[in-house]
């Protein structure tokens, strides 16, 4: 089965009733933890993006307190989870100031974790991948709002 358009799916959305539009919300919301997680954001966390970027850097940070000290391979697997966590929540956003604010946290804390990240090449991609994901974030940013964000990635 194929799948329909985002434009034949929003003309069909317009044509819904609300009843029918709460119901396939539901629907969707009972599939896929990601949708209902989305939907979550969207109801109840997208009107105030300042404390949900907050709530995603004590997640983050709860993260690197559960790092495993003696084994860089499993730093390594705790870290792309990080990552992946970071990823999904900067997704939801969908703003590039939330994106370079998680990220530049994440960035921040794995300096200061006392991972010897240098020594090894995949941690020390890992690390330079999220600075150039930042850097294209405060680039897609106005003028104005970028002066922080350079500031704060010259100290990384």
Do not use: W
């Amino acid at each position: 089965m194929k799948a329909a358009s985002i434009q034949e799916i929003k003309a069909e959305l317009q044509a819904t009733s609300l009843v029918r539009l709460r119901e396939l919300c539901l629907q969707l919301a009972k599939f896929k933890k990601e949708n209902k997680e989305l939907l979550t954001y969207l109801l109840f966390e997208s009107h105030d993006q300042e404390s949900y970027i907050a709530e995603v850097k004590e997640e983050i940070n709860e993260g690197f307190l559960e790092l495993p000290k003696a084994n860089i391979y499993l730093n390594k697997k705790s870290l792309r989870k990080i990552l992946r966590i970071a990823g999904k929540h900067i997704k939801y956003m969908a703003s590039k100031q939330g994106e370079a604010q998680v990220l530049l946290h994440f960035c921040q804390k794995l300096k200061a974790s006392g991972i010897a990240y240098h020594k090894y090449p995949v941690l020390n991609n890992l690390y330079q991948m999220q600075l150039k994901k930042v850097n294209k974030a405060i680039d897609g940013m106005h003028e104005d709002e970028q002066y922080d964000y350079v500031k704060e990635m010259a100290a990384l």
